[in-house]
Structures are given as C-alpha cells and as structure tokens.
Nanobody, 121 residues
Framework: QVQLVESGGDLVQAGGSLRLSCVAS????????MGWYRQAPGKQRELVAA???????NYKDSVKGRFTISRDFAKNTVYLQMNSLKPEDTAVYYC???????????????WGQGTQVTVSS
C-alpha cells in the first residue's frame, strides 16, 4: 500500500507565503513524477505544478513566477513553495504521484487527502 500525506495548508493574507509538503510512504519501488493539483469550490481539479524524476517541471500559467515545486528524492517528498498568494489561489491542494511498487507491474497514480489553503483579501 502507498500513502501520500500532505501538510502545510493554512489561512494566510494576500501577498503572503506558504510551503506545502507531501510525503510518500509504503511499498515504493520508484517515484516517476510528483505534482500538486488544486480544487476550488464549484470548480474542477486542476494541475498547479509537477516535477518528473529527471528534474523537468511545469506550472499552471497563473502561478508561474510565484510558485516553485521541488523534490527531495531521498525523502520521497515534494514541496510547493507558494509566494505572493492571491485570493484566487484559495483551494484544497492535493498531492499526486506516479509510483511503481515492487508488488505490482507498471506505475500507478496516487492521491493525498488534500490540504486547505485559504488566502484572505
């Protein structure tokens, strides 16, 4: 079994910063990619940022220059540093990872339980 556990969500004023963390644990052989999605009330879940095992990153246009994704491969952890936060960044943020397990062939996507980020104006 594989688990993703997020932390770091909070209430912050516009212009402030937060750092989200997500740790993957369990029967992990390798992690091919990790990323962050978010879902605001009444909206679809959307990709915010992702990073693959080769170091390539990609970002949603509206967060470029404000958010930074990074990975600690030794700790199976992904971070999302969020600066200059705006009220429209308010959402539940979910960690996502593409993971290979020693017990199954192939790689599968796993999700965390989500962490709430609220940005007040």
């Amino acid at each position: 079994q594989v688990q993703l556990v997020e932390s770091g969500g909070d209430l912050v004023q516009a212009g402030g910063s937060l750092r989200l963390s997500c740790v993957a644990s369990g029967n992990i052989f390798s992690i091919n990619a990790m990323g962050w999605y978010r879902q605001a009330p009444g909206k679809q879940r959307e990709l915010v940022a992702a990073a693959n095992s080769g170091g390539t990153t990609n970002y949603k246009d509206s967060v470029k220059g404000r958010f930074t994704i990074s990975r600690d491969f030794a700790k199976n952890t992904v971070y999302l540093q969020m600066n200059s936060l705006k009220p429209e960044d308010t959402a539940v943020y979910y960690c996502n990872a593409l993971i290979s397990s020693p017990h199954y062939s192939g790689s599968y996507y796993y999700w965390g339980q989500g962490t709430q980020v609220t940005v007040s104006s």
